[in-house]
């Protein structure tokens, strides 16, 4: 098959792509975090429908325990586990890390989907501004705790997801906290493309590592979650969680672009995956654009370094078929 003729193949397999197009799962395991709801929810039931076995990695474990009963109740033999994960702390991310490795030697999948959008001004538990602690901070922690789990499995894959709010983003190193202005919509765009910026330069890395561990990146479009209505205030917590929701398509549409990048043979490192609708607000996975931004060398190296430093959490990338030296 000649490169044109397998991109076209690529094209149309992501045309008619749906949750009925993931491969069997038996066998594999997958971290799915903010599973309880929303996208995380769709994603750990259509994992699961394939033979997967999910740990639902949620902040409040009696919200992760009825969400697995909901799956279990359609589906019996789905193979689930509930582990507890505050994205914006990162002991509760160690810890979780830590509980992982003790019982896993390898790893298939980390779908980083939870996220916190536009609250009001809040700090984490070590300080830094909510949005950014939870929706890249804990993620990057996550991610470099568990990638020797990763790098021990054939075929495993990152999942960063994030939003068209990314092209919007701009990162304020000077004032990350928000101290001196702080917009809650703002912010939130800071996150996602923090998330886009990571989610790249991981595969970049990876890639220069000879890793065999996949580096994808996806965004669900325009989608009805509670993501528009838990933690927003005032005017957009109206014109996103009432004035707009007619327009926003379901949890299980809005997955498919994550459950894409997790599981089809197909998904390469560094690709970006978002509905093929109009403005990428709906429809079938397809392979979408990042900004210039995300992709811009400068800017992923110093977030890198910044988000090492924050954390802690310094990334030790393994060879394919080294075996893993511990995070």
Known sequence: MTQQQSQEHGQQTRKGWSAASIPDLTGRAYVVTGANSGLGLATTRALARRGAHVVLAVRDESKGHRAAAAITADQPDASL??????????????????????????????????????????????????????????????????????????????????????????????????????????????????????????????????????????????????????????????????LLKPLAQSADRGALPQLYAATAPEARSGDFIGPDGPAELRGAPKRVRLSPEATNSETASRLWALSEDLTGVHFTFQEENSSPSGA
């Open 81 to 242: 586990e509930v582990r507890p994960l505050d994205l914006a702390d990162l002991d509760s991310v160690r810890a979780f890390a830590t509980g992982l490795r003790a019982e896993r030697t390898g790893l298939d999948g980390l779908v980083n989907n939870a996220g916190v959008m536009a609250p009001p001004r809040t700090l984490s538990a070590q300080g830094h501004e909510l949005q950014f602690a939870a929706n890249h901070l804990g993620h990057f922690a996550l991610t470099g705790l568990l990638l020797d789990l990763l790098a021990a499995t054939p075929n495993s894959r990152v999942v960063t997801v994030t939003s068209t709010n990314h092209r919007q983003g701009r990162l304020a190193f000077d004032d990350l906290a928000g101290e001196r202005v702080y917009s809650p919509m703002a912010f939130y765009n800071q996150s996602k493309l923090a998330n886009a910026v990571f989610g790249h330069e991981l595969h970049r890395r990876l890639t220069e590592a000879a890793s065999p561990v996949r580096s994808v990146l996806a965004h669900p479009g325009y989608t009805a979650t509670n993501l528009q209505t838990a933690a927003p205030t005032g005017l957009v917590k109206f014109l996103f969680g009432r």
